[in-house]
């Protein structure tokens, strides 16, 4: 039986022993390579009943949140999850928590959870062997494509930096508030409310034939909302990056006071079709409600805009038609510096890079193992991240070349209003102002929004540069307890975009959110 003593340091808060020295692996939160294969081979010999492969799943995160520059809000997430599956008509899963130290412990765990499930799990219910089943093919190699997810800088500072961090924003604010910024120390004062998340993942799919899927990730997020007292005005910023040190919290708040300065005393605006100049954060928000209509099962259902049956006028659409504006090209890249993710399935099986659309033309779908194998295409995921293609008109650029239209900085509660068309419906919130003349003329109050990424791509005027947006901690809305899909957790699927002009973006009527 392989040693499990590391359960008990990787769970012990108090693990550390300064005489290793400055040793990174100290204050990693998940599991190793060598500990997640060490704790497979020990759970497969710990089961009753014959198992085909094993996924190990461990998520660790550290979130804090300060409201009105003192109130305080932590939490500290640290699930390991194992998941057994055999050919007995069902499998089963293990919530290892921090109590489970040893491997005594462990059996326990193991055989409550065999028991539970032993019902479902008949002899007569064994799945017969299929050639064409790719679970049946792992005695040959598989290749993944290399990625560097992983920073240690970002895994040290889940044990320190989310209290320091917080701490410096507050002073940040605190300074901007009694010294001005701009002129503005005589204005009505701001309050702030400040996130600060990091976090730790890691995934290993260890099969019977000794084949392994591996990957490792960190992540972190940094975000500032700045609003007046009676708030009517408000303004947000904020960074995500997988490497901590890219994160500036003192930009963040100095950016959140600033848009928050400037939508003061915003005034009305007929609602209707204006022309929009859109932030990353807001084409994000609308971006990552639109990923998964590349996925096959939905538009083999109709459910989706790029329908295999019929589209909505009645034709049908096909690979290598024309969707987007030729300016648009989306694509999925496991080793995507900036929006990479695992390059396998949740089985392990390997997934390779997607271009989804090229110039305009779609390209591709997402097609499961079974899927590809039967009809000699790429098994690609589902989109797990998504890049598009920019271009190099800035913001201002997009502002001066706009004689009449709206800027919005950022959307708020974006909803499906017509998930077969992705017609999605939400709020402008936290800087929204009318341009006249190539100019900012003045803050306007906020509007509720209707439309489709898939009908506006084709109205785009200009595009500028992608970045990483941030949305925000939220937390999770299911635990891994359940069968929940890892992108309903923080944090959310990269999603890089660049900032839009579009024509007659659809402002649909008033709203009285900030």
Not at 18 to 44: C, F, K, M, N
Not at 340 to 362: Q, R, T
Not at 496 to 509: C, K, T
């Amino acid at each position: 039986m392989n040693d499990l003593s590391f359960l008990a340091r990787r769970a012990d808060p108090s693990r550390t022993d300064p005489s290793q020295g400055a040793d990174s692996d100290r204050t990693r939160r998940v599991l190793t390579r060598e500990e997640a294969i060490a704790l497979a081979e020990s759970a497969r010999q710990m089961t009753s009943i014959p198992v085909d492969w094993i996924i190990i799943v461990q998520r660790a995160a550290a979130v804090a949140k300060i409201v009105n520059s003192q109130r305080f809000h932590c939490i500290d997430l640290d699930e390991l999850r194992l998941e057994f599956n055999t050919k007995l008509g069902s499998g089963f899963g293990v919530l290892v928590g921090t109590n489970v130290r040893d491997a005594a412990t462990l059996r326990r765990a193991i055989h409550s959870a065999e028991t539970a499930k032993a019902p479902q799990m008949r002899v007569e219910d064994q799945e017969p062997d299929d050639a064409d089943d790719p679970h049946h093919q792992w005695t040959k190699p598989k290749h993944y494509l290399p990625i560097s997810l992983w920073h240690d800088s970002t895994a040290r500072a889940m044990e320190t930096a989310r209290g320091e961090t917080l701490a410096h924003m507050a002073s940040c604010m605190q300074t901007l508030q009694t010294l001005g910024e701009s002129n503005t120390s005589s204005l009505p004062p701001l309050t702030m409310a400040a996130t600060v998340a990091v976090s730790a993942r890691v995934r290993l799919c260890h099969y019977a034939g000794g084949m392994n899927a591996w990957g490792e990730a960190t992540d972190s997020e940094v975000t500032a909302n700045a609003r007046t007292l009676d708030g009517k005005a408000s303004g947000w910023s904020g960074q995500t990056h997988r490497d901590w040190g890219q994160i500036d919290p003192e930009r963040i708040v100095r950016e959140a006071v600033t848009m928050a300065n400037r939508t003061r005393g915003a005034v009305r605006l007929e609602p209707g079709r204006y022309t929009a100049v859109l932030g990353p954060a807001a084409v994000g928000q609308l971006v990552r409600m639109m990923y998964g209509y590349f996925a096959v099962f939905r538009n083999r259902d109709m459910l989706g805009p790029f329908s295999l049956v019929n589209a909505p006028d009645g034709k049908k659409l096909r690979l290598g038609q024309r969707v987007f504006d030729e300016r648009i090209s989306m694509w999925s890249e496991p080793n995507d510096p900036m929006g990479g993710y695992f390059p396998f399935f949740p089985d392990g099986w390997p997934s390779d890079k997607a271009l989804w659309i090229e110039h305009g033309v779609l390209r591709n779908l997402a097609y499961n193992e079974e899927e590809a194998l039967h009809i000699g295409r790429p098994a690609t995921l589902e989109p797990w991240s998504m890049h598009m293609g920019g271009g190099t008109t800035t913001i201002d650029e997009m502002i001066r070349n706009c004689d009449r239209g709206v800027y919005v900085h950022r959307f708020g509660s974006v909803q499906y209003a017509n998930p077969r068309l992705c017609g999605l419906s939400g709020t402008t919130r936290d800087g929204c102002f009318l341009i006249k003349d190539g100019k900012i003329a003045h803050p306007i109050t906020n509007f509720r929004f209707f439309e489709s990424p898939f009908l506006m791509f084709n109205r785009i005027l200009a595009i500028g540069v992608p970045e990483r947006v941030a949305f925000g901690y939220l937390r999770p809305q299911w635990s891994m307890t359940l069968t929940s899909p890892e992108e309903h957790q923080w944090p959310a699927p990269p999603i890089i975009v660049p900032p839009l002009m579009i024509r007659d973006f659809n402002f649909s009527s008033l709203s009285d959110a900030v």
